[in-house]
């Protein structure tokens, strides 16, 4: 994925999500095992755990407005029932994180599973799709360093124009 080599350095903040715990345990195990494989030292993340993936955004605005972290990643796992209850949340999760990154300044990284049943769900999380919270990590230190490599600088258009 692009040409991440190593992220050591950056700091990260993990919202983990306790709902629906066997899928987000091994999201999260996926994003720790990533962040090691590219030299992120385990006292350069913080996971914090709550109830659900309706809190996660809330989370993950506080931590990116911390200070603290370079990025946060969130992590949950909403599953389809019998009723319009999984819209709501997986709406609101999605939204919520975007939203908390935009009022943060830092990039928070969409890591919750919407899937419609426990096997999806587990195919994503290690399964047959891969571990999407392994991939979410991956895009958590690739957007960071290329935020930093300053991409995103401002540029003057007249300069542009000539």
Known sequence: ??????????RFGVVVARFNEVVTNLLLQGALETFER???KPEDITVVSVPGSFEVPITAQQLGKSGKFDAVLCIGAVIRGDT??????ANSAASGVLNAGLSASIPCIFGVLTCEDMDQALNRAGG???????????????????????????????????
């Open 128 to 162: 047959k799709a891969g571990n999407k919270g392994a991939e979410a990590a991956i895009t958590a230190a690739s957007l960071m360093l290329k935020l930093r490599s300053g991409f995103c600088k401002e540029t003057n258009l007249s300069d542009s124009l000539g």
């Open 84 to 89: 319009t209850h999984y819209d709501a949340v």
């Open 38 to 40: 590219y030299s992120v």
């Open 1 to 10: 994925m692009g040409s991440l080599t190593n992220a050591e350095g950056l």
